[in-house]
């Protein structure tokens, strides 16, 4: 389940629990509501605590500049100065 349905599921919670006033025999919808919104609340951390370790940290590369020794012959860029 991803981090949309777990939404899903604490939005469907929420309307079961706070939002209707059905009344079935034998079953408790305020119950099933909250029993609902825990289940989104426990994918919501459980994708959260995923995703953070799908995420590897690469360092940055380094970078190595090589200084270039060019014989000095009396001509340092060409044009004789």
Same mark, same amino acid.
């Given at each position: 389940?991803?981090? +949309?349905?777990?939404?899903?599921?604490?939005? %469907?919670?929420?309307?079961? !629990? #706070?939002?209707?006033?059905?009344?079935?025999?034998? /079953?408790?919808?305020?119950?099933? +509501?909250?029993?609902?919104?825990?289940?989104? %609340?426990?994918?919501?951390? !459980? #994708?959260?605590?995923?995703?953070?370790?799908?995420? /590897?940290?690469?360092?940055?590369?380094?970078?190595?500049?090589?200084?270039?020794?060019?014989?000095?012959?009396?001509?340092?860029?060409?044009?004789?100065?």
């Amino acid at each position: 389940m991803g981090l +949309g349905g777990c939404i899903i599921l604490i939005a %469907l919670g929420a309307i079961l !629990t #706070f939002a209707t006033d059905w009344h079935m025999q034998g /079953v408790n919808l305020d119950l099933v +509501g909250i029993i609902f919104m825990i289940v989104g %609340l426990i994918g919501v951390a !459980t #994708f959260s605590s995923i995703a953070r370790r799908r995420r /590897v940290m690469v360092p940055p590369a380094t970078v190595v500049e090589e200084e270039r020794h060019h014989p000095r012959d009396g001509y340092t860029d060409g044009y004789g100065v």
